[in-house]
């Protein structure tokens, strides 16, 4: 039936008829807008002459606008190199792990289709390289493995627009160049180590650009808010933690990472803007780990370099090496692959921080910093690839020539250990496996140097392909070629982690059966449970019958007693929940106690008598009732992010305690007293006579300040503890100082500056922020020139500097003398309260586990410290 006249039909026909040619203008237009789009990008941003095969979306006509005009999100940047894959049999796509956030980590792998078809024939046989007892006769045939690792931090956002114009210049590119490189390569992209944080900045720079553009370095594109972009969801960064693997992204990539073992891999960067552009060698010697063999500095690095130079000439852009950067550190992602039999190559680029920024010269563009990490990167998979034979040959020699070294070392294996803490030292052992480090557990007890080792020692040989990196993870070094360090100059994980362990000059029988992780052992109490304290992992467990409401206690003195058939030892800190002082029935506790077992993982023993066989009996008034800890923390501009993200993580992650993170300007409308713990990490707090004021009158009331680093010096000099810092009394000399020239300037400061070592500290295991603790020499990490006196009150320095506490790391003799017998940790009296004073940091970059036990026990026991006049 017709519901419109026949007149209206011809005259809609006549519409749609210009309607569809409409439609087919504006769809040739549209084509041939993006196709024009496209080629003026390709010849901004890759070498003049190029065809690319059509069938292949561009960056461009995949995202619908020109690279650099927006700053791309991860979502759409990993569709895009989804679509790469399902258009090209040259790319194949996966999935590598998530982030915190649930953000994808992938690599698309590009090679020729032929080399994709017999991808893991190829990766297995290459993998034979790093067997020091492999029969590889020659790589004749080998393809080379690239990794493009791009965007580690999050506002250094050009390399990951670059991956996707490499991917495509490598898939879709069609000269005789590109079907070498796919030929002989196996070339890896992983567009964005830091999914979070790249997100957190392109949304800040996207929201707040402008049309036009707006230049001026003070606009708000240019200057995120607090915590900015640089780091990942627990505002760590990530390109420290390769060798610590604290966070789940970095965890996700070495473990793709070892399934390659690639022989180039490049860690994209970006520095101030009136800078140019970085690409190695770093300064020799002094910035290079002395672990890695010569030849990669010496050798390969120049053979890069002069690739570079070439790429980067050609466009006209201004460089500069052998400055500023290092490669020391294992953590780094260009330093890591040096560790591996690869070469790890840094490059940072002068940043536009946003689409357009004023410098001390021209203006500098986002498609400008975009367009040099492009042709760094396709130049080093040129290099790669003409250098293929040399760097297989090079890797398989690396991991011979280190069965070599071990045979002149006198140090055949490492014994480590952590007797009473099993956490602690799965952790370690989970540590070792991540980094494919071989150890194994004593067939039978071992005596040595007077001390009978048992089955929770375990022995890592120095004869396997890892050996360069155990000594990362095992030999302290403190003599340098040189005096400034980009950033840390220690990094011995055992010292961290607080292991016991010796080098041996010989290899003890060992097996291979480890023992079976086992559940906790758990029996139904009639009188009281047991926790001993010692575990890493009792913090877990304390937290969640405290969110339970069960009332915990804590012994301040040592016990034994008859749990079950075995008499037990308790050291300070055992935590003992009685049955009957409880607002649940017996049923109920041992139901929780059991979950708690469960979730962390620890023994809690069961006793049927409160009379012990030794120390205080379980009735005694040496057990303190612990309430359960409401914590808040200042966040915001002025705080140290890394510190704070460090004591976000440590408790969201491992003992399962939610802080409130208050921003510093809201700290006014904040109650204190809805909390009992305020934590202060390093930063700038400028607060007024009547905040101070307010601090104090809470504190005095019973509550806990915990302070680190900075935030400790604060409170000395406003006068909010009567603690009194140590001053270097070479400054206070009154004779002139003495004449240097200027372009000394910078290593002469630098030489006087702690950038990152190790000391040893003597413990108060007795004092509750000494709980958990068997021994009184402990390591600590240390970054700054902050020295304090120990308390004028006999018990309240928990930690001390020893003399000559120099474990591991550089420091100048002037700082090493001032630091002896100077305080780590103390505890100040302010009325009922206390202020917890942390001179160093506790959980400096998430693996300090020997350490940040001392700030756990600040958080839970804080309260029950009160200090002997």
């Given at each position: 039936?017709?519901?419109?006249?026949?007149?209206?039909?011809?005259?809609?026909?006549?519409?749609?008829?210009?309607?569809?040619?409409?439609?087919?203008?504006?769809?040739?237009?549209?084509?041939?807008?993006?196709?024009?789009?496209?080629?003026?990008?390709?010849?901004?941003?890759?070498?003049?002459?190029?065809?690319?095969?059509?069938?292949?979306?561009?960056?461009?006509?995949?995202?619908?606008?020109?690279?650099?005009?927006?700053?791309?999100?991860?979502?759409?940047?990993?569709?895009?190199?989804?679509?790469?894959?399902?258009?090209?049999?040259?790319?194949?796509?996966?999935?590598?792990?998530?982030?915190?956030?649930?953000?994808?980590?992938?690599?698309?792998?590009?090679?020729?289709?032929?080399?994709?078809?017999?991808?893991?024939?190829?990766?297995?046989?290459?993998?034979?390289?790093?067997?020091?007892?492999?029969?590889?006769?020659?790589?004749?045939?080998?393809?080379?493995?690239?990794?493009?690792?791009?965007?580690?931090?999050?506002?250094?956002?050009?390399?990951?627009?670059?991956?996707?114009?490499?991917?495509?210049?490598?898939?879709?590119?069609?000269?005789?160049?590109?079907?070498?490189?796919?030929?002989?390569?196996?070339?890896?992209?992983?567009?964005?180590?830091?999914?979070?944080?790249?997100?957190?900045?392109?949304?800040?720079?996207?929201?707040?650009?402008?049309?036009?553009?707006?230049?001026?370095?003070?606009?708000?594109?240019?200057?995120?808010?607090?915590?900015?972009?640089?780091?990942?969801?627990?505002?760590?960064?990530?390109?420290?933690?390769?060798?610590?693997?604290?966070?789940?992204?970095?965890?996700?990539?070495?473990?793709?990472?070892?399934?390659?073992?690639?022989?180039?891999?490049?860690?994209?960067?970006?520095?101030?803007?009136?800078?140019?552009?970085?690409?190695?060698?770093?300064?020799?010697?002094?910035?290079?780990?002395?672990?890695?063999?010569?030849?990669?500095?010496?050798?390969?690095?120049?053979?890069?370099?002069?690739?570079?130079?070439?790429?980067?000439?050609?466009?006209?852009?201004?460089?500069?090496?052998?400055?500023?950067?290092?490669?020391?550190?294992?953590?780094?992602?260009?330093?890591?692959?040096?560790?591996?039999?690869?070469?790890?190559?840094?490059?940072?680029?002068?940043?536009?921080?946003?689409?357009?920024?004023?410098?001390?010269?021209?203006?500098?563009?986002?498609?400008?910093?975009?367009?040099?990490?492009?042709?760094?990167?396709?130049?080093?998979?040129?290099?790669?690839?003409?250098?293929?034979?040399?760097?297989?040959?090079?890797?398989?020699?690396f991991f011979q020539s280190a069965m070599d070294e071990v045979a002149q070392q006198n140090t055949k294996s490492y014994l480590f250990g952590c007797p009473g803490d099993r956490t602690r030292s799965h952790a370690f052992q989970y540590l070792l496996t991540?980094?494919?480090?071989?150890?194994?557990?004593?067939?039978?007890?071992?005596?040595?140097?007077?001390?009978?080792?048992?089955?929770?020692?375990?022995?890592?040989?120095?004869?396997?392909?890892?050996?360069?990196?155990?000594?990362?993870?095992?030999?302290?070094?403190?003599?340098?070629?040189?005096?400034?360090?980009?950033?840390?100059?220690?990094?011995?994980?055992?010292?961290?982690?607080?292991?016991?362990?010796?080098?041996?000059?010989?290899?003890?029988?060992?097996?291979?059966?480890?023992?079976?992780?086992?559940?906790?052992?758990?029996?139904?109490?009639?009188?009281?449970?047991?926790?001993?304290?010692?575990?890493?992992?009792?913090?877990?467990?304390?937290?969640?019958?405290?969110?339970?409401?069960?009332?915990?206690?804590?012994?301040?003195?040592?016990?034994?007693?008859?749990?079950?058939?075995?008499?037990?030892?308790?050291?300070?800190?055992?935590?003992?929940?009685?049955?009957?002082?409880?607002?649940?029935?017996?049923?109920?506790?041992?139901?929780?106690?059991?979950?708690?077992?469960?979730?962390?993982?620890?023994?809690?023993?069961?006793?049927?008598?409160?009379?012990?066989?030794?120390?205080?009996?379980?009735?005694?008034?040496?057990?303190?009732?612990?309430?359960?800890?409401?914590?808040?923390?200042?966040?915001?501009?002025?705080?140290?992010?890394?510190?704070?993200?460090?004591?976000?993580?440590?408790?969201?992650?491992?003992?399962?305690?939610?802080?409130?993170?208050?921003?510093?300007?809201?700290?006014?409308?904040?109650?204190?007293?809805?909390?009992?713990?305020?934590?202060?990490?390093?930063?700038?707090?400028?607060?007024?006579?009547?905040?101070?004021?307010?601090?104090?009158?809470?504190?005095?009331?019973?509550?806990?300040?915990?302070?680190?680093?900075?935030?400790?010096?604060?409170?000395?000099?406003?006068?909010?503890?009567?603690?009194?810092?140590?001053?270097?009394?070479?400054?206070?000399?009154?004779?002139?100082?003495?004449?240097?020239?200027?372009?000394?300037?910078?290593?002469?400061?630098?030489?006087?500056?702690?950038?990152?070592?190790?000391?040893?500290?003597?413990?108060?295991?007795?004092?509750?922020?000494?709980?958990?603790?068997?021994?009184?020499?402990?390591?600590?990490?240390?970054?700054?020139?902050?020295?304090?006196?120990?308390?004028?009150?006999?018990?309240?320095?928990?930690?001390?500097?020893?003399?000559?506490?120099?474990?591991?790391?550089?420091?100048?003799?002037?700082?090493?003398?001032?630091?002896?017998?100077?305080?780590?940790?103390?505890?100040?009296?302010?009325?009922?309260?206390?202020?917890?004073?942390?001179?160093?940091?506790?959980?400096?970059?998430?693996?300090?586990?020997?350490?940040?036990?001392?700030?756990?026990?600040?958080?839970?026991?804080?309260?029950?410290?009160?200090?002997?006049?």
């Amino acid at each position: 039936m017709l519901t419109k006249p026949i007149e209206s039909l011809h005259l809609d026909s006549h519409k749609n008829k210009q309607m569809k040619l409409l439609k087919s203008l504006f769809t040739v237009s549209a084509i041939a807008f993006f196709l024009n789009l496209s080629y003026s990008q390709n010849d901004y941003f890759f070498p003049e002459g190029i065809k690319f095969d059509t069938n292949i979306p561009s960056p461009e006509q995949f995202l619908g606008y020109p690279i650099g005009e927006w700053h791309t999100r991860h979502e759409r940047l990993v569709a895009y190199f989804e679509e790469l894959a399902k258009s090209s049999d040259k790319a194949a796509f996966q999935t590598t792990g998530n982030t915190n956030e649930h953000r994808k980590q992938i690599v698309l792998t590009v090679s020729s289709p032929e080399n994709l078809e017999r991808l893991e024939s190829i990766r297995q046989a290459h993998l034979q390289l790093s067997d020091p007892l492999a029969d590889v006769a020659n790589v004749d045939d080998q393809p080379v493995v690239v990794l493009l690792g791009y965007n580690v931090h999050g506002n250094e956002p050009s390399s990951a627009e670059a991956a996707m114009l490499t991917a495509y210049y490598l898939i879709a590119a069609q000269n005789q160049e590109s079907e070498e490189f796919l030929k002989n390569a196996i070339i890896l992209i992983d567009p964005v180590y830091n999914p979070d944080g790249r997100d957190r900045h392109s949304h800040w720079a996207n929201m707040h650009k402008g049309k036009p553009p707006v230049a001026d370095p003070l606009d708000r594109e240019h200057n995120e808010v607090w915590p900015g972009g640089r780091t990942n969801h627990y505002w760590f960064d990530l390109n420290r933690d390769w060798l610590p693997l604290s966070q789940v992204e970095s965890r996700n990539r070495m473990q793709f990472y070892h399934q390659w073992l690639p022989n180039v891999a490049t860690d994209y960067h970006e520095m101030g803007s009136n800078a140019t552009y970085f690409f190695e060698p770093t300064k020799p010697f002094g910035s290079e780990n002395p672990l890695v063999p010569r030849r990669n500095y010496d050798e390969l690095n120049n053979i890069f370099a002069d690739y570079f130079e070439t790429a980067l000439n050609e466009i006209g852009s201004l460089y500069f090496t052998k400055e500023s950067f290092d490669n020391s550190y294992p953590g780094y992602g260009s330093t890591y692959p040096d560790m591996q039999g690869g070469l790890g190559l840094l490059f940072e680029q002068a940043s536009s921080r946003g689409h357009l920024q004023h410098t001390t010269t021209n203006d500098i563009s986002f498609e400008f910093t975009i367009r040099n990490q492009v042709r760094t990167g396709i130049t080093t998979v040129r290099a790669a690839v003409e250098n293929r034979e040399k760097l297989l040959n090079y890797q398989k020699w690396f991991f011979q020539s280190a069965m070599d070294e071990v045979a002149q070392q006198n140090t055949k294996s490492y014994l480590f250990g952590c007797p009473g803490d099993r956490t602690r030292s799965h952790a370690f052992q989970y540590l070792l496996t991540q980094h494919k480090i071989k150890f194994f557990p004593l067939s039978k007890p071992l005596d040595h140097n007077g001390k009978t080792y048992n089955d929770d020692y375990f022995i890592v040989p120095s004869a396997q392909p890892q050996y360069r990196l155990v000594q990362s993870i095992f030999k302290p070094v403190k003599s340098f070629h040189d005096s400034v360090f980009y950033d840390a100059s220690a990094w011995t994980v055992a010292l961290a982690y607080n292991m016991e362990y010796e080098k041996l000059s010989f290899l003890p029988a060992t097996t291979e059966v480890f023992q079976p992780v086992t559940a906790p052992i758990l029996e139904r109490a009639t009188y009281a449970y047991l926790i001993d304290w010692q575990d890493y992992a009792a913090p877990k467990a304390l937290q969640f019958l405290l969110d339970k409401k069960v009332h915990v206690k804590t012994a301040f003195k040592p016990f034994s007693i008859q749990t079950g058939e075995a008499k037990m030892g308790f050291s300070y800190g055992s935590l003992l929940i009685p049955v009957a002082d409880q607002k649940k029935t017996p049923d109920e506790l041992f139901e929780l106690i059991t979950e708690a077992a469960k979730l962390s993982g620890i023994d809690i023993p069961s006793v049927s008598t409160g009379r012990s066989i030794k120390g205080v009996d379980l009735g005694s008034r040496h057990f303190r009732t612990i309430k359960k800890p409401k914590v808040v923390m200042l966040v915001g501009e002025g705080v140290s992010g890394y510190e704070a993200g460090e004591v976000w993580h440590l408790f969201d992650t491992r003992i399962g305690m939610p802080i409130t993170k208050i921003d510093v300007e809201d700290f006014d409308r904040l109650n204190l007293y809805d909390y009992s713990t305020l934590i202060l990490v390093s930063g700038r707090y400028d607060f007024d006579k009547k905040t101070m004021a307010r601090i104090k009158d809470w504190v005095a009331m019973g509550n806990t300040l915990i302070t680190q680093r900075t935030a400790t010096k604060w409170a000395i000099d406003k006068k909010l503890v009567k603690e009194k810092l140590r001053k270097d009394s070479s400054k206070m000399d009154s004779l002139p100082p003495q004449r240097l020239d200027f372009a000394n300037a910078a290593e002469h400061i630098g030489s006087k500056r702690i950038g990152g070592s190790v000391y040893e500290t003597d413990l108060d295991i007795t004092h509750p922020l000494g709980f958990g603790y068997q021994k009184r020499k402990l390591p600590v990490y240390r970054n700054h020139d902050i020295f304090i006196e120990p308390s004028l009150n006999a018990f309240s320095t928990v930690a001390k500097y020893n003399e000559n506490p120099h474990l591991d790391g550089y420091i100048h003799p002037d700082n090493l003398k001032l630091m002896e017998g100077t305080a780590s940790l103390l505890v100040s009296p302010i009325g009922k309260g206390r202020a917890i004073l942390f001179v160093d940091n506790p959980n400096f970059r998430g693996f300090w586990y020997g350490t940040n036990r001392l700030f756990i026990n600040a958080v839970f026991f804080g309260g029950l410290v009160s200090i002997p006049e």
